[in-house]
C-alpha cells in the first residue's frame, strides 16, 4: 500500500486505499460478511466457490470470492463498536453496501441451546460508538430485505434459529451482567440480565448496534447472524453453530443478489418473493 495519503479527515491513498483496511475500490464485493475474528474469514471464505486473500491490516482481514457464483466478500472487524464503525465507512467509501455481521453471541432467553442461530432485527445501543453519530433515541433495525434473506437462508439450510433483538455493549464482562475481578459487581451490572430478559431482548453481543446505526444513518443495508455459544440461562460456554451462521450468511448474500436483480427489473425500491404475486 502506498505511503502518502490524501487527506487527514478520509486517509486514503490516490488509488483509493484506505488507511485501516488496507483495500481499494474493486477489492470487494457490494455484499460484505463481517465477522470479529480474523481467524474466522478463511474459514468462511472455505465455503465458497472460490477466494483469495486481499488484504490483512491490524485487525482488518479481507478475502473475496465468488458464492454459488455471486461476488461477496469478507473482511473482520475486530471485537467491538469502534473497530466495527471503521470498517463501514472504509468498505462503503470503496463500493460495499450490504453488511452481514457473522458472530458469536451469549443467549439470555429460556430455550436456546449452544449452537443455535440467533437472526437480530434490531438492537439495543448499549455501545458507546453508535452515540458518537446520532441520537440515543435513533434506533439500531436491520434491513428488513436483509433479515428476510437470512431467515430464508436459515430455513433453506434447515439450522434450527431464533430471531430476536441483541443488546451490544462495551464490556464483555460487567456490560453482560458478569462479575469483576475481585467481587467488583454493582448493581447495575447485577441487574442488567434481568431487566434486558424482561424486555425480551434475546442475547448479547458487540457489533450489531454500531453497524445497524451507521447502515441506516448512510442508506447502506444491515443484517446480523450470530451462533449461540455462551447460554447465559444454563451457565453453559461451547463453540458451536460458527459454520451454520457463516453458511446461512453467505446463503443469504445468494438470495439476496437474486432479490436484487428482481428488484431491479420490476422497478421497485424492495424486494421479496411475495411481491412476486402482485
Not at 23 to 50: F, Q, T
Not at 198 to 225: H, K
Amino acid at each position: 500500500m502506498g505511503e502518502k495519503f490524501l487527506s487527514a479527515e478520509r486517509p486514503q491513498t490516490e488509488e483509493g486505499y484506505q488507511y485501516h483496511i488496507a483495500c481499494k475500490p474493486g477489492d470487494v464485493a457490494r455484499y460484505v460478511l463481517l465477522p470479529g475474528d480474523p481467524e474466522r474469514v478463511p474459514k468462511i471464505s472455505s465455503l465458497w466457490d472460490e477466494a483469495k486473500e486481499i488484504a490483512f491490516h491490524r485487525e482488518y482481514r479481507t478475502h473475496t470470492g465468488k458464492y454459488k457464483g455471486v461476488p461477496i466478500s469478507v473482511t473482520s472487524t475486530g471485537i467491538g463498536g469502534p473497530s466495527t464503525a471503521i470498517a463501514i465507512e472504509e468498505l462503503a467509501a470503496i463500493g460495499a453496501d450490504t453488511f452481514i455481521r457473522v458472530g458469536s453471541t451469549g443467549a439470555i432467553q429460556p430455550g436456546m441451546e449452544i449452537g443455535d442461530l440467533i437472526i437480530a432485527k434490531a438492537a439495543v445501543r448499549l455501545e458507546g460508538t453508535s452515540k458518537q453519530y446520532v441520537r440515543i433515541e435513533y434506533p439500531a433495525v436491520a434491513d428488513l430485505e436483509v433479515t428476510l434473506a437470512l431467515i430464508e437462508a436459515a430455513e433453506t439450510l434447515g439450522v434450527r434459529y431464533h430471531i430476536g433483538i441483541t443488546a451490544s455493549t462495551d464490556s464483555f464482562y460487567l456490560g453482560q451482567g458478569r462479575p469483576g475481578l475481585n467481587g467488583y459487581f454493582p448493581s447495575f451490572a447485577k441487574n442488567i440480565l434481568d431487566d434486558l430478559r424482561q424486555a425480551r431482548v434475546t442475547n448479547f453481543e458487540m457489533e450489531a448496534a454500531t453497524l445497524y446505526t451507521l447502515a441506516n444513518i448512510y442508506g447502506l443495508r444491515a443484517g446480523c447472524v450470530c451462533a449461540v455459544f455462551a447460554n447465559r440461562v444454563t451457565n453453559e460456554f461451547g463453540k458451536a453453530g460458527e459454520k451454520e451462521a457463516a453458511l446461512v450468511a453467505s446463503e443469504a448474500v445468494k438470495i439476496l443478489a437474486e432479490w436484487d436483480e428482481e428488484k431491479e427489473q420490476k422497478g421497485k425500491k424492495v424486494w421479496f418473493p411475495g411481491l412476486r404475486r402482485l
